[in-house]
């Protein structure tokens, strides 16, 4: 089992940047992929980012690709949600999720990752 803990969310003025990480503990000797998602007051949750067990491979939306990157360090067992040019439709409760899995494919449906963590508020308003 992998417990996951995101932190750096907060609020920022539109076209600024944040960075998000998630902490993963428990069993992280396995691989696991790792996905962030978001969700907006009314709205379903989405994928904005996600990326390999060894962080080769990565997906990002095409309507967030280049302004949103994901990384991994499977040393320090943290993920990162880089995030640039943030706009107010970004305000959301972002969450990372994470799955076993060795797949050079990334997991790109909610329902592919077992593991969640409990979401850190990002609000974008001038």
């Known amino acids: 089992q992998v417990h996951l803990v995101e932190s750096g969310g907060g609020l920022v003025q539109p076209g600024d940047s944040l960075k998000l990480s998630c902490a993963a503990s428990?069993?992280?000797?396995?691989?696991?992929?790792m996905g962030w998602f978001r969700q907006a007051p009314g709205k379903g949750r989405e994928l904005v980012a996600a990326?390999?067990?060894?962080?080769?491979?990565?997906y990002i939306p095409d309507t967030l690709k280049g302004r949103f990157d994901i990384s991994k360090d499977n040393a320090k067992n943290l993920g990162y949600l880089q995030m640039n040019d943030l706009k107010p439709e970004d305000t959301a409760v972002y969450f990372c999720?994470?799955?076993?899995?060795?797949?050079?494919?990334?997991?790109?449906?909610?329902?592919?990752?077992?593991?969640w963590g409990q979401g850190t508020q990002v609000t974008v308003s001038s």
């Open positions: 999720a994470a799955a076993y899995s060795s797949s050079r494919i990334t997991l790109r449906n909610s329902e592919e990752y077992y593991y």
């Open positions: 428990g069993r992280t000797s396995s691989t696991y992929a």
């Open positions: 990326i390999t067990g060894n962080g080769l491979f990565t």
